[in-house]
Structures are given as C-alpha cells and as structure tokens.
C-alpha cells in the first residue's frame, strides 16, 4: 500500500470533507488556516477528524496492536485512502498532567446526551430571565451538579475569562495559575492527580481537595468564554475517560452560554441601533442597584436625548434619523467603560448606567466624554434628494447619582430626568447633573 506523509494543512484543505461541518466550525476553519501558526493548524485537525467521525463523515478504524490509543485510523466512506494519524501524548511536569483533548478517548462523547439533560441545556425555564442573578446561578448550580453526577466531583465552579460578561462564582479558584493557562491553552485538559503530593496546591489539600481537573469553555465560534474547575475528595480518581467527560461538559456549557447569549441579543437588543433595549436596561438597573445597595457603592444613571431630533427626521427623512440613533449608539458605548450599559430607552432617548463605584467627579468626566464624543464626528447621511449630507449631531445629557439623588431606579430616572430638562432649557448640548 503507497504511504505518503501530509501535513495538517494539507489535510484539512485537500482531504477533509470540511462541507459536513457546521457553518459556525467551517468558517472557525477558515480562519484556523488563514491566520493560525502551525500548533493551532494541527489542533484544529484532530478536532475536525474527530468531528466527522462522530457525525458519521468518516469512519473510524480499528489499528491492530495499539492498545494506548497513540495511533488513530479514519477513512472516507466512499474511499480506499485511510487516514492514519499519530495522537500527541500527555506532557507531565510537577505533578500536572496537560492532556491533549484529542488524544482522550473518544468514546466518552456518546454520553453528550446525557450531559445537555444534567446541564439543562434544552429547559425553556432559563429563557423566562435570562439577566436575573437567581437564572444565572441556577445554570452554575446545574453545571456542579452535572460534574457531581458524571465524575463523583466534589464541585465544579466557571470561572469566566477576563472581560467576560458571563457568571461567576463570586469567589477566586483554586488555581488561578492553571486556569489561566487553560485559558491560553484551550484544546488541552489539566489534570492535577494528587494535589497533596503537588507543590502547585497546598492551600487546597487543607480544604480536602484531593484531586484537580480544569479545561476551558468554547463558544461555538472558537472563543474561549471562561474555564471550568472540577475538585474531587476522598478515594475519587480520574483516569483518561474521566478527563473526556470533563471536556465534554466543559463544551456543553458552553453550548448552556452560546444559547443564553443567542436569545438575549434576540430579546434584549435593539435592532435599529445594536444597543440593549428597555426590558434589559430595567433588569440590568435593579440588578446593579441591589448590588451598589448591598457593597455600599454609588453608580449613576445618565439620560441622553438627541437635541433637535425631530429636525433630521423632516429635512432628511426618516432613514436618516435611524443613520442618525446608530451613530449616537455606536459614540455612547465606545465611550463607556466595558461593564457599563448602553440602552435605546426610546424615540431619540438613551439610558446610560454607569455601574458600581463611581465617584462623582468620574460620573462628570464619563458623560463630558459621551457629549464630545457624539459631537465630535460628523454623520454621513443620505437626503431625500439622495445627495450626500455631512450633519452636525449633539445630545443632552441628565445624571443622576444612587444612593444621593434616589434610593430606587424609578427615583433615580425621575432625577435625571430632571435634570436633563434643565440640560434643554438651557442651551443643549450640556451635561447637567440633578441637584446643580
């Protein structure tokens, strides 16, 4: 039989029926090839190889005399080519174990059912608040009882990426060091067998934490959301079909996280400007309300009305001012910090949240920046007569402080509002805060 050696590359551009895959995993390939060095290249690979078989677009082969799973087969159903690949082994350096996610038996992903079931992926009661604190912790609290069934776990607790809007345990873990590099590194699982005998652990050994598993958490398009830490105590020991079981419920929630995140951005965002919409800012405003409440902190409401609105509508027409309420969208939260919220509250109004603590002076240095910053940049509009238009476009901006101006949101709107009257009696184009 004619061998000849390919690289990955070729593989996944000459080999692969890559049309199998989903729309989502093909154009993650796509990118993997244009912009990936040659580490990712190979991953993505072996996770394309495994794929298809999975769905049945290639079919495994057995390979007679290796019982350690080094060696894995693959050929076209319809071809006599196989496709014969060397799995990269497990890397063990001071009592960790980084194992590759392809190289864990395969095997283990029969029980993805199982699995969506323990995490509750499909449960319509998710979607009745999705913003709420108590959803949030419900789905934490699913995962941790998905790993306490699947890998006898002691716990296992998210923890999202840096910058990630996603839920926390609200408490650090174990091994900030390995999360991060599960993070950097997510196409491995690490695994610490015995935390005792580990010099990476000691604190966790006198919590009872016998054993350590962390593997990082995709969303469908390849981003990596955040990690998973599982613990177990006692006699639990993890072997290699454990750890796929790990990476398998590290990808089903990860699936939890994508469809949370597909029907948010159904229901709670604006069409016409990409910004939240009312129903979200009204729960993200109690939701940081409690919160400044219970830390004793101080956060800020700001209302920002387009000045003379009505004016681009009847000059230019009605496209226009929807060119005009993108462009103001877009300046706000470019101008607001990550954990800010930007909403269209309706017409021509915006509502700005500034979250948790923010002192006074940096409430009117944030909104003197909004101001500019929609000023700043001309918008580009096209007029009823379908010629080119460069309009000038500015807002008025009303701020209100919790806990000084207002004890709950509807206080809090009614004080910015105010104060944003005030902003329009006197000359637009102003930053007023209620109470000056």
């Known amino acids: 039989m004619l061998r000849k050696p390919i690289d990955f590359r070729e593989l996944l551009e000459r080999l692969l029926p890559l049309d199998r895959l989903p729309a989502g995993e093909r154009l993650h390939v796509q990118r993997v090839l244009a912009n990936g060095d ?5 991953q993505t690979a072996l996770a394309v190889l495994e794929r298809l078989a999975t769905d049945g677009a290639l079919r495994r082969l057995e390979t007679p005399g290796d019982g350690t799973g080094a060696l894995r087969r693959y050929q076209l159903p319809d071809a006599l080519a196989v496709i014969t690949v060397e799995m990269p082994r497990p890397v063990i350096r001071d009592g960790l174990v980084a194992w590759p996610r392809v190289s864990l038996p395969a095997t283990a992903q029969a029980g993805i059912g199982h699995v969506r079931r323990l995490v509750r992926l499909d449960d319509p009661a998710f979607l009745d608040d999705l913003r709420s604190r108590d959803t949030r912790l419900a789905q934490l609290e699913q995962l941790d009882a998905a790993g306490r069934e699947l890998l006898r776990a002691a716990s296992v607790r998210f923890v999202p990426a840096e910058g990630s809007a996603e839920p926390s345990p609200g408490e650090p873990p174990l091994d900030p060091s390995l999360v991060a590099e599960a993070l950097e590194h997510p196409h491995h699982v690490y695994h610490v067998p015995d935390v005792v005998r580990s010099a990476r652990l000691p604190g966790a050994g006198r919590r009872g934490v016998t054993s350590l598993a962390v593997c990082a958490v995709p969303s469908s398009d390849g981003a990596v959301l955040g990690a998973i830490e599982v613990s177990a105590e006692g006699f639990v020991t993890w ?14 929630f990860g699936a939890v996280l994508d469809r949370s995140s597909r029907v948010e951005k159904l229901v709670f965002v604006d069409a016409g400007t990409g910004s939240f919409n009312r129903p979200y800012f009204e729960v993200e405003a109690q939701n940081e309300m409690a919160r400044a409440e219970r830390d004793h902190a101080s956060l800020a409401l700001a209302i ?21 309420l993108a462009h103001v969208a ?10 800010d919220t930007v909403a269209r509250w309706g017409g021509e109004e915006f509502a700005v949240l500034l979250t948790a603590p923010v002192a006074a002076d940096d409430v009117h240095a944030i909104c003197e920046r909004l101001r500019q910053a929609v000023q700043r940049v001309p918008v580009e509009i096209e007029g009823l007569d379908r010629r080119r238009h460069d309009a000038s476009v500015t807002v008025s ?17 009614r004080a910015a509002n105010q104060a944003l009257l005030e902003a329009k009696r006197n000359g637009k184009n102003r930053v007023v805060a209620f109470g000056d």
Do not use: C, M
């Open 397 to 413: 901006i009303g701020v209100a402080r919790y806990p000084d101006h207002g004890a709950t949101v509807l206080d809090l709107w």
């Open 38 to 42: 040659r580490s990712q290249i190979e």
């Open 304 to 324: 920002a009305d387009v000045d003379d609105f009505k004016s681009f509508n009847t000059v230019f027409g009605y496209e226009a001012g929807n060119r005009v």
């Open 239 to 252: 072997g290699p079909d454990d750890l796929a079981r790990v990476a398998l419920l590290a990808d089903a």
């Open 330 to 339: 877009h300046a706000l939260r470019r101008g607001v910090r990550p954990f």
